[in-house]
């Protein structure tokens, strides 16, 4: 079946552009991560969604950071007035069900490779 | 300190040897952990999870030891197509609804 898939797979913009990545789950799959990760490093986790519902926003790495999501699937996440710090690979992942519960198994997307020069 | 932590290796070993890596993580209220594979430019895809005291699964081996707080993957005859890096994660309890994933570990199997 379809697994995740995230658009662009890549993207190069100017300082100070917004860009606009995108994430299709895995159909069913209620539950919507959005990770980012820097070159040799590890995961960091930026928003969260239950449904079309984001409870937590304190990943968010700033203000110029923004995601929602429509009809429980498709989600966005928006950076505004990007800066080169934003550079990295942004990971979105599903699962039936949040993580610490009985269906939290995430399954990821091949990532958007952001690069703002 | 890290919520999760891992030796970033790199582990170099040679085809058919055993290899173990250990996570540590400082939440005791973390309920479950995940040991993913992540290969260069790709995502990462689920490996093993660890709900209780340890898992197997085929030349794969995971333990949970929740006392001292770390977790373990062990690798049986390693063959070349190992290679890649192995991210522990670990998922909270109790309303928290969080993952944490450590930064990885580097296991490079040469011939």
């Known amino acids: 079946g379809a697994g995740v898939s995230q658009s662009p797979s890549n993207k190069v913009t100017e300082k100070g552009k917004d860009v606009e990545l995108r994430c299709d789950p895995i159909s069913g799959h209620t539950a919507l991560y959005w990770y980012r990760q820097r070159l040799g490093q590890g995961l960091e986790f930026l928003i969260y969604f239950q449904g079309n519902s984001a409870p937590d926003k304190s990943g968010l790495p700033s203000d110029r950071f923004s995601a929602e999501r429509t009809g429980e699937s498709v989600s966005t996440l928006t950076i505004q007035r990007t800066q080169q710090e934003d550079s990295a690979v942004y990971l979105c992942?599903?699962?039936?069900?949040?993580?610490?519960?009985?269906?939290?198994?995430?399954?990821f997307g091949p990532g958007t490779r952001l690069l703002v020069l | 300190r890290k919520e999760v932590e891992q030796d970033p290796g790199p582990f170099n070993v040679p085809e058919g040897a055993t290899v173990a890596f250990n996570c540590t993580y400082s939440n005791s209220a973390s309920q479950s952990f995940f040991w993913y594979r992540q290969d260069c430019r790709k995502e990462p895809k689920l490996l093993m999870s660890?709900?209780?005291s340890g898992n197997e699964d085929g030349r794969f081996t995971a333990q949970l030891n929740r006392a001292s707080q770390y977790i373990s993957l062990l690798i049986r005859d390693s063959k070349l197509s190992d290679s890649a890096t192995y991210l522990c994660a670990g998922n909270p309890s109790g309303g928290s609804y969080i993952p944490t994933f450590g930064r990885g570990t580097s296991l490079i199997v040469h011939p």
């Open positions: 660890v709900y209780s």
């Open positions: 992942a599903s699962s039936l069900g949040l993580a610490g519960g009985p269906q939290e198994t995430q399954y």
